[in-house]
């Protein structure tokens, strides 16, 4: 467990250094798109520190996955949980999503169509990898049965 929590905070502060970085790109991004012009203090450093934390904490969720005793679906289930939680407090937070049954049910739409693609994504890349490296095996022990 130990490890576990351990590896959850190393993850994190790897992915917090990011957080600032996506910020900036979304303000130059608002600033294209809807004229943003100006920010008060206070939106840039609640931007910063949010992001930060956010960031953080979808770096070291992905170690949900390394607990060997959780069942795959119940590690996405949390790791997908957790990280919905974080994204709509971040954005009712910094005023980025409205407050509202309509906004929030379009974000929580967004979300998880996002996420189940990126999950369509992985699952994809890694049967290909899957198929691939059993038949380099299949082929070695075919190889290994003739000589």
């Not at 012009?37 to 939106?43: A, N, S």
């Not at 795959?72 to 709509?88: N, T």
Request: a positive charge; charged letters at 15%; aromatic letters at 12%.
């Amino acid at each position: 467990m130990k490890q576990t929590v351990l590896e959850f905070f190393r993850r994190g502060m790897v992915a917090c250094g990011f957080g600032p970085l996506i910020l900036a790109v979304l303000y130059l991004v608002l600033e294209q798109r809807v004229g943003l012009e100006t920010l008060t203090v206070r939106q840039v450093c609640l931007g910063i520190f949010s992001l930060s934390a956010l960031a953080f904490l979808a770096g070291g969720m992905n170690v949900v996955y390394q607990i060997e005793r959780l069942p795959l679906m119940a590690a996405i289930a949390i790791h997908g949980g957790v990280l919905y939680v974080s994204y709509l407090a971040t954005y009712l937070l910094n005023d980025w999503l409205e407050w509202g049954m309509t906004p929030v049910l379009i974000f929580s739409a967004i979300f998880v169509l996002g996420y189940l693609g990126i999950w369509a994504v992985i699952y994809s890349t890694t049967r290909r990898n899957t198929e691939r490296l059993n038949a380099r095996l299949r082929e070695k022990q075919q190889a290994g049965d003739k000589g």
